[in-house]
């Protein structure tokens, strides 16, 4: 069974930063693409970031780029995400997902399982 389980949420100021984790099982996670996907509040899901198995190649949507970094340990099994220079507009739970084997078929807000979530809430 594919378990992605999220943690590292919090309640931060703008400007703060956080690091969120994503603690997979169930399948080879060195075989996949990982991504991380968010939901603000009356919005739909937005793509964030993704990375490709290996680790050597990540891509960010346009509003993160240079503020959050994607990183994965295949030893451990975990997913990060580093989110510095946070803004109120991106407050969203935040989710870990798994993309396609290769980047190159893989859709970047496409994925097959997500985690349940963990919230982020920038605020003064």
């Known amino acids: 069974e594919v378990q992605l389980v999220e943690s590292g949420g919090g309640l931060v100021q703008p400007g703060g930063s956080l690091r969120l984790s994503c603690a997979a099982s169930?399948?080879?996670?060195?075989?996949?693409?990982m991504k991380w996907v968010r939901q603000a509040p009356g919005k739909g899901l937005e793509w964030v970031a993704r990375i490709t198995s290996g680790g050597a190649t990540t891509e960010y949507t346009d509003s993160v780029k240079d503020r959050f970094t994607i990183s994965r340990d295949n030893a451990k099994n975990v997913l990060y995400l580093q989110l510095n220079s946070l803004k109120t507009e991106d407050t969203a739970m935040y989710y870990c997902a798994r993309g396609r084997v290769y980047i190159r078929e893989d859709p970047p807000g496409s994925f097959d399982y997500r985690g349940q979530g963990t919230q982020v809430t920038v605020s003064s």
């Open positions: 169930g399948f080879t996670f060195t075989g996949y693409v």
